[in-house]
C-alpha cells in the first residue's frame, strides 16, 4: 500500500517555475514507476511524465519536452516535477501517481488506469 501526497502548487505567472513534490508513504516506493497527470477545467485527465521506480527511464508528453523534468528520490521516497517556462494552458490540478511495475516499456504509462495509487491533486494556475 503506497500513500501519496502533492504539494507545490501554486499561482504563478507565465514564464515562471514551480516544483510540484510528491510525498510517498510505505516501505517500497523504490519498487513502483510513478508519474504526474493533470486535469484541466472541463477536460479530461492528460498524461504529463513518468519515471521508472529507479529513476533510469523518463516519459513525457510532447507539450512538456524541455520545460518539465520529472526526477525521484527513493530514499526520501519523493516524487519531483520540475516545471519551467509555464504557460497558461499549463493550468491544471496536477496528481501523482504510482504503478505497481518497474520499467516504461510499451508506454503503459501513458494510461491512468495502469497506475494503482493516486495522490489528491495540487493545483497550478498560471496566468498570463
Known amino acids: 500500500q503506497v500513500q501519496l501526497v502533492e504539494s507545490g502548487g501554486g499561482l504563478v505567472q507565465t514564464g515562471d517555475s514551480l516544483r510540484l513534490s510528491c510525498a510517498a508513504s510505505?516501505?517500497?516506493?523504490?519498487?513502483?514507476?510513478t508519474g504526474w497527470f493533470r486535469q484541466a477545467p472541463g477536460k479530461e485527465r492528460e498524461f504529463v511524465a513518468a519515471?521508472?521506480?529507479?529513476?533510469?527511464?523518463?516519459a513525457y508528453v510532447d507539450s512538456v519536452k524541455g520545460r518539465f523534468t520529472i526526477s525521484r528520490d527513493n530514499a526520501k521516497k519523493t516524487l519531483y516535477l520540475q516545471m519551467n517556462s509555464l504557460k497558461p494552458a499549463d493550468t491544471a490540478v496536477y496528481y501523482c501517481a504510482a504503478a505497481v511495475r518497474i520499467g516504461l516499456g510499451s508506454s503503459w504509462y501513458k494510461y491512468g488506469r495502469e497506475y494503482d495509487y493516486w495522490g489528491q491533486g495540487t493545483q497550478v494556475t498560471v496566468s498570463s
Open positions: 519515471i521508472s521506480s529507479g529513476g533510469g527511464s523518463t
Open positions: 510505505g516501505r517500497t516506493f523504490s519498487s513502483y514507476a
